[in-house]
């Protein structure tokens, strides 16, 4: 596994690890969720290291939401003079991220693969389907969707969240949009009122509506590359059931017809204990396809 340090175009400097295999036959780039980072994540290892052992290239990239809160290089795309810029999951704006998915990807088409695999896991997940929305599908060639959550959509039916929204409001028109708000998001993690109120219903992040289950799903629906969905049965996304929010996805992915599910039993969101069925489902799901 090799470090890579790279700038988004808007000067952001970030971390990826990159598993490099004896042949390319594709990359996998993934992008991370909520308040995780390379060192601390469980999984990514044994998946980059099974990936590249089959021929593919794996990037974990870092984006800016990655640990709680951070300090992060950041140099002037034209003057070039540096400075360090207060981020994290704490602080992201939602609509940054597609600079920090461009890059990683970009990165993937420098280091020579021809084909790209979209992956992400939690909040990475709605990042990846809110830069393909701006960006274009033909970009990619699959799409792996790792617990993805419907973050507007359970938010808001939480009850305390009405006040928390009211409480994030008050602060952004007070001027005080980066004040961390009273209460913690999922009860653990500090949040900044501006990156809370992105949560709320009808926002940029609102891309992946399963709990309110719209005739029109969004850009989801739109995809026509190969797509796989995996879910933990313990999960913490869970809308309805495991088995009927995988049945839903399927309805709703009119636009392959090559999409792919796997629940796996007895996981957890973070697939504590279950690397390995999650590294093995998606190395075969590659092997059948690139």
Known sequence: MELLHRYTKDGLNLV??????????????????MFDNVIENNFIELIGENLSKEGYGFI??????????????????????????????????????????????????ELGYKKIILASHSFGCLKNLYYLSKKGI?????LILI??????GLV???????KMFLEAEQNIKAGNSKKIMEGKMLNIFPISSRTFYTFRKGSILD????????????I???????????????????????????????????GTNDFSSKLIYG???????????????IVEWMKDRY
């Open 16 to 33: 990826g690890a990159y598993w490099e295999p004896k042949e390319k036959k594709a990359c996998v780039v993934f992008t991370h969720g």
């Open 267 to 281: 996981a957890s969101h973070k697939y504590i204990k279950k690397e390995r069925e999650l590294s093995f489902t």
């Open 60 to 109: 974990f990239g870092h984006n800016r939401g990655y640990g709680v809160i951070n300090s992060i290089i950041v140099r002037d795309p034209v003057t070039k003079k540096a400075g360090n810029k207060i981020i994290g999951s704490t602080y992201e704006k939602f609509g940054e991220s597609i600079y920090d998915v461009d890059l990683w990807i970009e990165t993937a088409k």
């Open 147 to 152: 617990s993805a959550p419907d973050t507007a």
């Open 207 to 218: 891309i992946f509506p399963l709990v309110e289950k719209p005739k029109s799903f969004g």
């Open 156 to 162: 808001g039916r939480r009850e305390e969240s009405k």
């Open 138 to 142: 033909e970009i990619i060639d699959g």
């Open 220 to 254: 989801f629906s739109d995809i026509n590359k190969p797509i796989l969905v995996i879910l933990g049965e313990k999960d913490s996304v869970i809308v309805d059931t495991p088995e009927k929010d995988l049945e839903e996805l399927k309805k709703r992915a009119i």
